[in-house]
């Protein structure tokens, strides 16, 4: 057997695992998993995208992404389950394409307005690049059927098509055969410079970034060092821990050492909060160091006064 037949065989089976797992799973039922156009989802992939890129679009498909839902049942310690965005709804994969708030929105239009200027450089047929993009950028309020009514009546087979496969896992990369079966038509009339694999592996590439574009601002909203979800929380426990800090002013310290109860730390909303967390380690040290040397100095004259009694 050569490696080339061991690949088409490895293709088949792993086809045929999937279509059995995402049925029973209720990922996606036969009806519509045999709709999608997996030759070129999976030659996307594995020669298109990095190795990484694959693994996210895994997770995001099978619904085990890092979302705040899934984080809460898997460490169980109480965290709050909502999109750290709109903060209303419990943040799972499907939302995270869905949520509404205002830089999400525009994160998402930036998208589609990419992928249209790309449908329009790949010499797309005009009405399946205006039905596309009507179908994307209606954020699944509307069905294929629905995005093509001003398109050739050919194109109905397409949308129904489409339409079992749904909204989502369109975005997810998870295009129809009839929209493959489109474009070579277009090909051989008015010629392109784009062969229809590469057109394929393209526009499931592009629908690919418009998700992970989601997942870009969402992570920033959460990671921003500065703004971030994780660092306000982070620096508002600093806060409180720097003003009873600064309450306590210079005491407990060593005459050396009380210039840090003088240091002024600059506005921490436009600050990572690294120097105010350094100032914090160092006064609390200092204090320790003082209250221990304290400790140790009276712990020693006790001892002394001791061994002095028995001597007398």
Known sequence: MTSDTGAHVRYAAGRQIARSFFHQTSRMFTDAFDEVDWPHVHRTLN?????????????????????????SQR???????????????????????????????EAFQLGTTALEQWLDEADTHPDLTDSIVEYVQRWGAITMEEAILDAPPRFRHMALSQDKIGWRRFLERMMSTEITSIQPQHIAVNGSCMSLDKWCTGLITWLLEITHGQWLYRNYIVHDPVSGIIAT????ELLVEIEHQRELGDAGLLEEDKYLAEVNLEEMSTSSGE????????????????????????????QSDTTGEEGR
């Open 275 to 302: 120097r105010h967390h350094y100032w914090l380690l160092a006064i609390q040290t200092a204090r320790n160091y003082n209250a221990l040397r304290a400790q140790r100095e009276s712990q020693q004259m006790v």
């Open 233 to 236: 929380a982070r620096k508002e």
């Open 47 to 71: 020669e298109e995208v990095p190795r990484l890129f694959q693994v996210w679009a895994c997770k995001q498909v099978m619904n085990i992404a890092a979302t705040n839902k899934n984080l």
């Open 75 to 105: 460490h169980r310690d109480g965290r709050c389950d909502k999109c750290p965005c709109c903060t209303i709804h419990v943040e799972t994969a499907a939302h995270v394409l869905l949520c509404l708030e205002v830089g999400w929105v």
